[in-house]
């Protein structure tokens, strides 16, 4: 069977099921699409930061480079630099794990995820979100926390929108 893990540009592996137990908000994107949903991608990381969840709430950004392996190490360099630039950790998908296994996320575009804590895909759509796309993100992140930080998180994301 082929591996189910990720690569991060910290050098750690990861095997997705491992995070059965909290809700995890996954960003699969390849090259053209990091810029997709940003405003959801700091609202989310802004979340994470103030730690409010505790262990309940993690946000995976995970760049899809299925045929790169053959030039792993500079594809990890490379995406290290834009780690480094967001003080984040990032997540290289080289063979396809997200596409497989639990998940089964469509990747070659920009995919927004949510797995709550019983591993299930409670919430999945590619490319930009629109405004519904969005309330239906925030009703099932919600659904897999609490409303009241589903509220927050869109709460951030509007004053993100405005600065």
């Not at 709430?57 to 190490?73: E, K, Q």
């Not at 834009?82 to 639990?102: K, N, Q, S």
Request: some cysteine.
């Amino acid at each position: 069977m082929a591996t189910q893990t990720i690569q991060s540009t910290r050098g750690r592996t990861l095997d997705p099921s491992t995070l059965r137990g909290k809700t995890v908000v996954v960003f699969y994107e390849a090259r053209d699409h990091v810029d997709d949903n940003l405003h959801l991608k700091e609202s989310c990381g802004l979340l994470l930061e103030r730690g409010t969840m505790g262990d309940r709430f993690d946000v995976l950004g995970v760049a899809d480079v299925d045929g790169l392996s053959f030039v792993r190490p500079v594809v990890t360099a490379a995406i290290g630099v834009i780690a480094a630039r967001y003080g984040a950790e990032l997540w290289m998908d080289f063979d396809r794990a997200l596409e497989r296994g639990p998940w089964r996320l469509p990747g070659g575009g920009s995919t927004v995820a949510i797995v709550d804590a019983r591993g299930e895909v409670v919430f999945c759509a590619r490319g930009v979100l629109d405004a519904q796309a969005l309330e239906r993100f925030f009703d099932a992140l919600g659904a897999s926390l609490d409303h009241g930080v589903a509220r927050q998180i869109a709460r951030q994301r509007d004053e993100a929108a405005h600065v």
